[in-house]
């Protein structure tokens, strides 16, 4: 008996056919073997032993791509374009999510930010959406729902199970294989709302050439990728920081010095998320915060090409984030 293979079986054999015959699958290949993940054409033993090949081989830019075009095929057409894509995927360990007001500030000065992300995957983890909620801003519900609210409020948090439920089920794979897969790396990249710019982050460095090679590979105008405090799209502001970026469609680096002159970071244990509303209202003070406020806040300035130079882009979020509207959070006390 000599049974025909399962159609998705080609691509767990180019994956694994040892050190000398296994290649990494091209975009088309890595676009069609994901198209049938999310279409449920592949079975649970096959998924598995396909995240887990190319978790040991390690992703590559063009595999993410045909991934995350399979994805995109996936999803509507976006009514409202956002002006900033920002993935938030890994939620923090120490220091509350400082990002967000970055990314409030943005939206308070006029452009369009879309955050998007999953909590709950890693253990002793504070993740985006619970600050959000504590910020008295709402989660969209749906696809519809996050247009909705990004063209009222320039700001919107879709969680990833409310526009590719199936991916949300492959990254909640973690707890079962034990390892982070591909699935991780490919969510960052979606961009569900067509954004003209996105702003990565990793923990690793190794994955943020993988994170340029993608968005090169799929013609993204405008990104940056940096190694973010805890994974986060949050720049440390005692450390330089070195961002590999895609500008006008070409390949790129940036490096930004850092911005406290002490390169020791207060350890800082303390998730109190009313210390979210409370620096943005003015009502105390924070040194490491508002400097990680400022430096991720010109990152993104940076990236949507509003400044080039890093002091100049620093000067200018300096200047936002002082003239916020202080009173945008007024009721998330």
């Known amino acids: 008996m000599n049974p025909e293979p399962h159609p998705f079986a080609r691509f767990i ?12 699958l091209t975009l088309a290949e890595a676009e069609e073997a994901m198209a049938m993940i999310l279409a449920g054409q592949a079975r649970p033993e096959q998924i598995g032993a396909f995240l887990m090949l190319l978790r040991v081989k390690e992703e590559t830019g063009e595999e ?21 894509d920002w993935p938030s995927y890994a939620g923090k360990r120490r220091r ?85 897969s591909p699935v991780h790396t490919l969510a960052r990249q979606v961009n569900p709302f067509a954004a003209r710019a996105s702003i990565q982050s990793v923990f690793h460095p190794g994955y943020l050439k993988i994170h340029r090679d993608a968005a090169l590979a799929l013609g993204e105008p405008r990104m940056a990728v940096f190694r973010g405090e805890s994974g986060e799209a949050e ?42 509303p409370a620096l943005w209202r003015g009502e105390t003070h924070d040194e490491y915060a508002t400097a990680a406020i400022v430096g991720t806040l010109a990152i993104a300035l940076a990236t949507l090409g509003v400044e080039r130079d890093p002091a100049a ?11 916020r509207d202080r009173a945008r959070l007024a009721a998330a006390a």
């Open 13 to 24: 054999a180019v994956l694994g056919r040892g050190k000398s015959l296994t290649r990494a």
């Open 64 to 84: 993410i791509a045909g991934f995350v075009r399979a994805v995109r095929a996936t999803l509507p057409e976006p009514a409202v374009r956002a002006d900033l």
């Open 313 to 323: 882009a620093e000067a200018r979020a300096a200047a936002l984030w002082r003239t």
């Open 96 to 180: 509350p999510p400082w990002f967000l007001l970055a990314a409030l500030t943005l939206a308070d000065a006029g452009w369009r930010v879309a955050m998007h992300g999953l909590e709950g995957h890693t253990v002793g983890r504070l993740y985006a959406r619970e600050a959000i909620v504590r910020l008295g801003l709402p989660i969209a519900a749906r696809f519809d729902d996050a247009a909705r609210l990004l063209e009222a409020r320039n700001f919107v948090y879709l969680p990833l199970e409310a526009f590719s439920p199936r991916l949300a089920e492959l990254f909640a794979l973690r707890a079962i294989l034990g390892l982070r």
């Open 235 to 276: 720049r440390r502001p005692n450390k330089p920081c070195e961002t590999l970026t895609v500008e006008d469609g070409a390949a790129g680096e940036m490096r930004w010095p850092a911005l406290l002159e002490d390169p020791r970071a207060t350890p800082d244990d303390n998730l109190d998320l009313s210390r979210l």
